[in-house]
T-cell receptor, first 112, second 114 residues
Framework: RKEVEQDPGPFNVPEGATVAFNCTYS??????FFWYRQDCRKEPKLLMS???SGNEDGRFTAQLNRASQYISLLIRDSKLSDSATYLC?????????????FGQGTELSVKP | DADVTQTPRNRITKTGKRIMLECSQT?????MYWYRQDPGLGLQLIYY???????NKGEISDGYSVSRQAQAKFSLSLESAIPNQTALYFC?????????????FGPGTRLTVL
């Protein structure tokens, strides 16, 4: 089983749609969680961190369920510019605190 | 100027050749990483370094070696390149805030081994 698994894509949605991505992780000791965005095989960039209480940044909402080892990303009112691959990322703890484990990514295509 | 730079950006080479990919950063970060990305797969960690004297193997270190020449420089070598090392390679840095560490990536090197 992969350490971080994401919904298989691609997701094709019209502008204005709401879309949700799901992610599960296998290491219950993981302490930090992130969503990164990657455009057209360019470098990944941090989209947002994910906190236990859930957090929102404009149209983006991230949720964490530690009991189920599940992370989600909700995008409301999708824009054409949201088209990208979204990477679920989990961090270890202790000596591995700096290592990130990446999911395979979910591709989003927003159409006019 | 970009904070994390990689050279070369693209490279085509032949099986058996030695290749070095270089990464430099101006962010003043102690931690540096090398990843490879293959189509349909997530980024896989090759090697990482938490400071100049620290080198650690990642998930897929076989066939690769690294050198941390200075805080700002971290090089990845393929001693004898093989076709299944064809991939997109990313260098990344982080400031070492612990479990909330954000990583900053270079633009990537697209390597093709024929």
């Amino acid at each position: 089983r992969k350490e971080v698994e994401q919904d298989p894509g691609p997701f094709n949605v019209p502008e204005g749609a709401t879309v949700a991505f799901n992610c599960t992780y296998s290491n219950s000791a993981s302490q930090s969680f992130f969503w990164y965005r990657q455009d057209c095989r360019k470098e990944p960039k941090l989209l947002m961190s994910v906190y236990s209480s859930g957090n929102e940044d404009g149209r983006f909402t991230a949720q964490l369920n530690r009991a189920s080892q599940y992370i989600s990303l909700l995008i409301r009112d999708s824009k054409l510019s949201d088209s990208a691959t979204y990477l679920c990322v989990v961090n270890g703890r202790g000596n591995q605190g700096g290592k990130l484990i990446f999911g395979q990514g979910t591709e989003l295509s927003v159409k006019p | 100027d970009a904070d994390v730079t990689q050279t070369p950006r693209n490279r085509i080479t032949k099986t058996g050749k030695r290749i070095m990919l270089e990464c430099s950063q101006t962010k003043g970060h102690d931690r540096m990483y090398w990843y490879r990305q293959d189509p349909g797969l997530g980024l896989q960690l090759i090697y990482y370094s938490f400071d100049v004297k620290d080198i650690n193997k990642g998930e897929i270190s076989d066939g690769y070696s690294v050198s941390r020449q200075a805080q700002a420089k971290f090089s990845l070598s393929l001693e004898s390149a093989i076709p299944n090392q064809t991939a997109l390679y990313f260098c990344a840095t982080s400031g070492g805030q612990g479990v909330t560490d954000t990583q900053y990536f270079g633009p990537g090197t697209r390597l093709t081994v024929l």
